[in-house]
């Protein structure tokens, strides 16, 4: 019996041990409550871009020609994009001459590059349902993101600025 009270004694202990260690965090360590967002979230921030998709962005002139493409966004500690590396010229990255300009030299657009080859339909409406032709993409599908950027200048006119360089080493 003495051994009985012993082991129920000592079970006793050790359950209820875990429990009495446990205790509540102070109110300044715990961890902050996180706030739901609002149903209309995506409709709140409709027309922001996401960062992730504008790098690898292609950057024309005004002449629809290719220039390069975004390789890069330099963000200050408070979050305010400083400066667009934009990789000119190269083929796979190599023998592109990188240059950083201000966000403000850019215009980005969400329309597709209209080029010379492009063919102009005569015919606007659908002469089966009488609906308007459409041409271009949907937008929803394009949504957080540009088609392309228009900035000043020509390959050569670029590829004469300096050299943008993330350190001495490169």
Request: hydrophobic share 40%; aromatic share 6%; charged share 20%.
């Amino acid at each position: 019996m003495k051994s009985f009270l012993a082991v129920a004694l000592l079970g006793t202990a050790v359950i209820g041990g875990g429990a009495f260690a446990q205790s509540t965090q102070p109110a300044d360590r715990a961890a902050p409550a996180v706030t739901a967002q609002p149903a209309d979230a995506k409709m709140a921030l409709k027309g922001n871009w996401r960062a992730s998709k504008l790098i690898g962005l292609n950057v024309y002139n005004e002449a629809n020609e290719k220039l390069g493409d975004i390789n890069e966004l330099l963000v200050d500690k408070s979050g305010k994009i400083n400066a667009v590396v934009i990789g000119i010229g190269g083929f796979l990255g190599m023998g592109e001459h990188d240059i950083a300009v201000s966000m403000d030299k850019l215009k980005f657009v969400e329309e597709p590059v209209r080029t010379s080859s492009s063919s102009t339909s005569t015919n606007s409406r659908d002469t089966t349902t009488g609906a308007a032709s459409t041409n271009t993409t949907n937008r929803n599908a394009n949504d957080w993101v540009p088609d392309h950027a228009v900035m000043s200048g020509n390959k050569e006119q670029l590829k004469a600025l300096p050299q943008f360089k993330y350190s001495d080493y490169n």
